[in-house]
Every structure is written in structure tokens, then in C-alpha cells.
């Protein structure tokens, strides 16, 4: 069993930053590949962001290259996403995922989901 819970949402002007992070516990963090994903209401949920679990490697969805980074602190069991250059479009709900093995970008493929943190960015 794996615990996540998110915090770092919020609300945050268009252009301007934000950095979500996520905690977990319960098993050993190093060993699983950690996602995000958001939800925006009316929509399915969609990838954002993932990396392995060595940190060496990371995805993003098209939506948010070049403006958000996602990494890790093993020691301290947390990922994060820094969003910069944030755009009216990047308001949802914004979960963290976890799941062993090697990084996906399905959402099906992730077993263990956060209870989520809201992202508002007013146009």
C-alpha cells in the first residue's frame, strides 16, 4: 500500500508559478515510477508529467512542455511539479499517481492516486 497526498495548489495569476508536491509513505518510494495527472471539469482525466524512479528519466504531455518539470527527492519520499508560465487551460484538479516498474502514461496503469489539489488560474 502506498500513501500520496498532494499540497501546493492554489490559485495563481496567468504567467505566474506554482509548485505541487506530493508525499508519500508506506512502501518503498525509490522503487516506483511517479506520475501526474489533472483533471479539468467536463474532461477526462490527462497525463502531465512522470519520472522513473531513479529520476533519470522524465515525460511530459504536449500541453505543458517546456513550462513544467517534474522531479524527486527519494530522501524525502516527494516528488514535485513546478509549473511556470501558467495559462487559464492549466486550471483542474491536479493528482499524484504512483506505480512499479517502468513510467506510463496511461492513467489506468497507475495503481495508487492522491486525493488531489486544485490549480485555478483566472482568465
Known amino acids: 500500500q502506498v500513501q500520496l497526498v498532494e499540497s501546493g495548489g492554489g490559485l495563481a495569476q496567468a504567467g505566474g508559478s506554482l509548485r505541487l508536491s506530493c508525499a508519500a509513505s508506506g512502501r518503498t518510494f525509490s522503487s516506483i515510477a511517479m506520475g501526474w495527472f489533472r483533471q479539468a471539469p467536463g474532461k477526462e482525466r490527462e497525463f502531465v508529467a512522470a519520472i522513473s524512479w531513479r529520476g533519470s528519466n522524465t515525460y511530459y504531455g504536449d500541453s505543458v512542455k517546456g513550462r513544467f518539470t517534474i522531479s524527486r527527492d527519494n530522501a524525502k519520499n516527494t516528488v514535485y511539479l513546478q509549473m511556470n508560465s501558467l495559462k487559464p487551460e492549466d486550471t483542474a484538479v491536479y493528482y499524484c499517481?504512483?506505480?512499479?516498474?517502468?513510467?506510463?502514461?496511461?492513467?489506468?496503469?497507475?495503481?495508487?492516486w492522491g486525493q488531489g489539489t486544485q490549480v485555478t488560474v483566472p482568465s
Open positions: 499517481a504512483c506505480k512499479s516498474g517502468s513510467v506510463t502514461f496511461k492513467t489506468n496503469d497507475y495503481g495508487y
